[in-house]
């Protein structure tokens, strides 16, 4: 499994650019999945939910499944937080993992980059960042760099980087 981020500051685009090159590796025949990082506590139950309530009782672990879907929440409790490399195998293989955020982990990533926001880039503290996504194509750098509404092209860029070529002529056949 492929596995390719894309990293930036909170604001920057990160999510709005993933809900538009999902689809694109979608159309060209390759399965995706995503695993993203939150830095807040979140929580994808309700209280009064079942669920809910069997994590609140203190079940490590509870999955909730139904015709459409199924989620499994863990509850960490008093764990360390786990890192990237340990969340990947709960995954089912797929083409291609994206992920969002995680952007001190050493996987490959695209840079999303707003000047706007007045932040550093961070590819000039991170090697594994190779390419750059932005609206100022007018950027100081060595690193390719993709507009950032060019969806198409961070498409290309995407499957070019994780050596996914031949499963897409696969998916074509």
């Given amino acids: 499994m492929k596995v390719f981020g894309l990293a930036g500051w909170s604001g920057s685009g990160k999510t709005t650019l993933l809900k538009q090159v999902i689809p694109a590796l979608v159309k060209r025949g390759l399965k995706v999945s995503t695993l993203k990082h939150a830095h807040h506590k979140f929580d994808v139950d309700k209280p009064g939910k079942d669920s809910y309530e069997h994590r609140e009782a203190g079940a490590s672990e509870v999955m909730i499944s139904s015709g459409n ?58 090697p594994n960042v190779i390419g750059i996504a932005t609206d100022d194509e007018a950027i100081d750098t060595s690193l390719p760099i993709i507009n950032l509404n060019d969806i198409e092209a961070i498409a290309d860029f995407i499957c070019l980087s994780c050596d996914l070529h031949d499963k897409i002529r696969k998916a074509a056949d």
Avoid at 89 to 94: A, D, F, G, I, K
């Fill in 69 to 126: 879907r199924w989620a499994l929440m863990h509850e960490l409790r008093d764990e360390k937080e786990p890192t990237l490399e340990e969340l990947i195998p709960h995954m089912t293989p797929v083409d291609i993992l994206l992920i969002e955020g995680f952007k001190r982990e050493s996987h490959k990533k695209l840079e999303v980059f707003r000047p706007a926001l007045g932040k550093r880039m961070l590819h000039k503290d991170d």
